[in-house]
């Protein structure tokens, strides 16, 4: 049985009036908010709600970011001011669904297939809006009210990118990144409708670019970009105890939490670290002489794509508008340019280079005492910049831990969200394999392969997580599903590794074109005997007038009547 007493009436009450996009508390929260300082989050609502069984309530919407009034004075020049308020941020939906659908056929954003992206194009550039808030308001705070008015033009050696230099240890991190009074973004804060258009234009022009593979596809830079927000958030707003400020939050993660740009980059690194991702590893393309692999030195072949073409779009004349807001001068400009190539770079983990350099500059960072190289920090005379370098150093590999979590993030989430995910990246390796473009057979090792990647890397970098000290809980919850997936994954996981091969093998064997009936075939009592043997599964052989692979015919038995996974690998599915 149930009982549902005061609290659940006056939260469905709550729950049954509330706004999109807005929190809204009773009078007793707010009575506790107002004991504990914090009344200047609260806004009465305009009238007052009815609640069953109680009559008329006043309720409040809860703005936890809001400052103090007299945290800023004249520093600040309101949107009211300027002419614009949130309320005006409603005012142009009608306007602004009709240039994106204009703007979307230019892309082939039309047919129903396509309008499924919709859903996901919008949620990624609410995620992208709200970090641009963020720089915005910063801005207004630390500038002067008409400081920006005249709008930044980058000359062609800013838009120039290069991979050429040595990739920097350290990000150049402003003093004024590190401001501790920032206390987030203001409730009065709007971005223009016409940066909107362009932004929600950006993001569908990255989705378009993504290719339909079955795992490094729009989806999954989707799901990457949410894992990213999340660990930002937590960077941002976990208090270790009642007295911690927002100040000593800046102080004990490197400035990140104080940031708002090095913020920004990240979550627009996720969205398109895997533009334009082949489906194959770097190491193929390398293998097959790729173009691309000629042009980017055959090293991260295909991160540095993803870096170009993202950077390229976002230089494009009619993104003018949004780079305004993202960076106004040439030294934000660089900036920006230096931690997208080391955020995205550092998702390459194929890299045995780039990997052995971040183990040495970890342990600098976070175990000075254990490392055994030489520490270039202790080469600074002063004391006060090399304590900036270093919490330049921590932030830039936190920065990297983010990317390189929130790629491989279905690892250490739920169980259900792991095998989607598995059972994705063994379609397209599948894939890549039966098309000749990879190395094994994924069927073989599959298994044994996946406690090798826990045991390796997953867990090793969830340690890293909890070890660097700025994720607060979200570090333990990561460590603890990595390590419960491993465990679950050692018990079932060769039972779900023969049961997704033989789904797979069965759905390919339906696609595949006949033989030709000129071409020798094996008969079904070789095939069966071949199946039956102790060697196990049959190698790759090719029949010599089709290039048809041997394994694309498996067994009869190999067609299971239900598919174990098809609960839940439905595209476009978030977790």
């Not at 892309?107 to 915005?136: M, P």
């Not at 971005?191 to 378009?208: D, F, G, M, R, W």
């Not at 039956?532 to 049959?538: K, L, N, Q, R, V």
């Amino acid at each position: 049985f149930q009982l549902f007493g005061d609290t659940i009436n006056v939260a469905s009450r709550m729950e049954s009036t509330g706004e999109k996009n807005m929190i809204q508390v009773s009078q007793d929260t707010a009575d506790l908010l107002n004991a504990s300082g914090k009344g200047h989050w609260l806004t009465p609502r305009d009238g007052p709600v009815s609640a069953k069984g109680k009559g008329s309530i006043l309720t409040y919407w809860l703005q936890p970011n809001r400052r103090r009034p007299s945290m800023h004075g004249s520093l600040r020049q309101t949107m009211s001011e300027t002419g614009s308020s949130s309320d005006d941020a409603n005012v142009p939906t009608v306007s602004l669904d009709r240039a994106l659908r204009q703007s979307w056929k230019c892309i082939g954003i039309e047919n129903d297939t396509l309008v499924a992206k919709e859903r996901l194009i919008r949620w990624n550039a609410a995620i992208l809006e709200s970090f641009l808030l963020k720089i915005v308001d910063n801005r207004n705070i630390h500038s002067a009210a008409d400081a920006f008015l005249d709008q930044f033009i980058p000359s062609k050696e800013d838009k120039l990118l290069s991979f050429s230099e040595k990739l920097s240890e350290t990000v150049m991190f402003p003093d004024v990144a590190y401001r501790d009074d920032y206390y987030g973004v203001s409730s009065d804060v709007a971005i223009s409708p016409e940066a909107q258009i362009e932004l929600l234009e950006y993001v569908a022009k990255i989705a378009s670019m993504y290719r339909d593979v079955p795992f490094h596809n729009f989806d999954h830079a989707s799901h990457v970009t949410m894992s990213a927000n999340k660990l930002l958030n937590r960077v941002c707003t976990t208090f270790e105890d009642e007295e911690e400020d927002i100040s000593s939050v800046a102080a004990r993660t490197f400035g990140i939490s104080a940031d708002p740009l090095a913020q920004f980059v990240v979550v627009f690194s996720s969205l398109v670290h895997d533009v334009d991702h082949q489906g194959v590893p770097n190491a193929q393309l390398v293998k097959e002489v790729d173009p691309l692999a000629i042009q980017f030195d055959n090293r991260s072949v295909a991160e540095k794509r993803s870096i170009t073409i993202a950077w390229n779009v976002l230089m494009e004349d009619r993104f003018r508008e949004l780079q305004s807001l993202i960076f106004v001068n040439g030294d934000e400009m660089r900036r920006f340019k230096q931690l997208l190539i080391n955020t995205v770079l550092a998702t390459d983990i194929a890299d045995k280079k780039r990997s052995t350099i971040g183990k040495i500059r970890w342990q600098k960072a976070f175990h000075p005492s254990q490392s055994s190289t030489h520490n270039s920090l202790d080469e600074i005379s002063s004391t006060q910049d090399r304590v900036a370098s270093l919490r330049s150093l921590k932030a830039t590999l936190v920065f990297e831990q983010i990317m390189q979590a929130s790629d491989v993030a279905h690892t250490m989430q739920h169980w259900e969200t792991f095998k989607k995910w598995n059972v994705r990246l063994y379609k397209e390796l599948s894939k890549g394999y039966r098309e000749g473009r990879g190395a094994s057979d994924p069927r073989e090792g599959w298994y044994p392969g996946e406690i090798g990647f826990f045991d390796f890397y997953i867990i090793p970098l969830a340690k890293k997580l909890k070890e660097c000290g700025v994720f607060g809980s979200a570090a333990s919850e990561y460590l603890d599903y990595a390590l419960e997936n491993r465990r679950r994954w050692e018990e079932e996981g060769t039972e779900i590794a023969r049961k997704m091969v033989l789904e797979n093998d069965s759905l390919i064997a339906k696609t595949v074109p006949p033989l030709n009936e000129a071409a020798p075939a094996p008969s079904k009592d070789d095939a069966l005997a071949k199946d039956s043997s102790p060697e196990g599964p049959p190698k790759k052989t090719e029949s010599s007038k089709n290039n048809v692979p041997a394994e694309l015919c498996p067994p009869k038995e190999a067609a299971p009547t239900e598919s174990p996974v098809s609960s839940i690998d439905s595209p476009g599915e978030l977790v």
